[in-house]
């Protein structure tokens, strides 16, 4: 049947018309908001290129993480800025470092709220790369098990989900036996598994402060052009016992978050990363374009691929916007 008979705009006549014939829901509790916590008290240092964002210490992080609650939205997930820097990412792993510190917190004064640990050494190196540099390289092997260690130290203080963002081969497989062998077999992994060599970072290495400082991540991270290698690091996560897989940065990724869940059987998380963020805030302060409305879009848009869950710093600004899920 074709037109008179279809009329499409039939369903798009009213509010209540509309929001029947909505296809995509977007619900706080599908959002979790990055934190960056660092030492100190009562600290709040405000993040220059991400506006509305600031590196915490854990007084703050908790406050935070209350008021991330009250709105339902669905988890947090911590980033740590260290006392000190060194070649090997000391803080990463220790036991008393400042994520470990912060989820113990967090846990004890909101334990209903996920709380997701990034793990990666970037924040923690001197030099700013993702695992240890052996003549100018990242060692892969030399990083897994200081990647596995930090996984083992955040689970112990409290973290619900292990989430590797370093993109060293065989990085899940290392973190589940070690999990396994510390009696956290119950703590699952989302893998950052499709995670590309993005210019959409630069804000956030400003707020954890961990830019690298020779060459790039152009060796590890993935190559924006391709996207058949994106299924075969989902493939390879999932056979390493990886709980859930992330497809980061975003927007520019819509695709791939597609082709992931299409092909796969586990949740899809997607990590609007900062740059997207930076973006929309940036036009909005312009007045270029309507924040609000561009962000609902941009976020509606990546569950609409088929995210799951949406890593995203609109969490506690959009959560008030959405109607409530039921917990
Ligand atoms: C750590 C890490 C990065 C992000 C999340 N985890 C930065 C990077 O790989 O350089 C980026 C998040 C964002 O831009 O919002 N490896």
């Excluded at 036991?95 to 996920?114: F, H, M, N, T, W």
């Excluded at 589940?176 to 499709?194: C, H, K, M, Q, W």
């Excluded at 299409?262 to 270029?288: C, H, K, L, T």
Aim: aromatic content about 6%; glycine content about 8%; some cysteine.
């Amino acid at each position: 049947m074709t037109f008179p008979a279809t009329r499409m705009r039939r369903l798009r006549a009213t509010p209540a018309l509309r929001a029947l014939a909505r296809e995509t829901a977007l619900l706080p509790a599908d959002l979790v908001a990055p934190l960056f916590v660092t030492h100190g008290e009562a600290a709040r240092r405000p993040i220059a290129s991400m506006p509305g964002h600031a590196q915490l210490s854990v007084d703050e992080a908790v406050r935070e993480a209350e008021a991330l609650a009250a709105l339902g939205v669905g988890g947090v997930i911590l980033f740590g800025i260290p006392k000190t820097k060194d070649a090997v990412g000391s803080e990463g792993y220790a036991e008393d470092g400042i994520v470990p510190r912060a989820l113990r917190a967090i846990k004890r004064s909101v334990p209903e709220l996920l709380l997701w640990a990034d793990v990666c050494l970037c924040e923690y190196t001197d030099h700013g790369h993702c695992g240890v540099v052996v003549n100018g390289r990242v060692d892969n092997d030399r990083t897994l098990p200081l990647l596995a260690r930090a996984s083992v130290a955040y689970a112990q203080a409290g973290a619900d989900l292990i989430a590797p963002s370093d993109m060293m081969d065989g990085r899940v497989g290392a973190i589940r036996r070690a999990l396994d062998e510390s009696g956290n077999a119950d703590t699952p992994i989302v893998a950052y598994s499709a995670k590309y060599a993005s210019a959409f970072y630069g804000p956030f290495r400003e707020a954890a402060e961990s830019a690298p400082q020779f060459g790039d991540r152009r060796a590890y991270q993935m190559d924006p052009a391709n996207a058949n290698e994106a299924l075969r690091e989902v493939a390879l996560d999932v056979e390493e016992g990886a709980d859930m897989v992330m497809v980061k940065p975003a927007l520019p990724y819509l695709d791939v978050i597609r082709r992931v869940k299409d092909r796969f059987q586990v949740p899809v998380a997607a990590y609007n990363v900062s740059g997207e963020y930076a973006m929309i805030r940036a036009a909005a302060e312009r007045g270029w374009l309507d924040g609000e409305r561009a962000a609902l879009e941009a976020l509606t848009a990546i569950r609409r691929a088929g995210a799951d869950v949406i890593l995203t710093y609109f969490a506690k600004d959009v959560a008030p916007l959405l109607s409530r899920s039921e917990r």
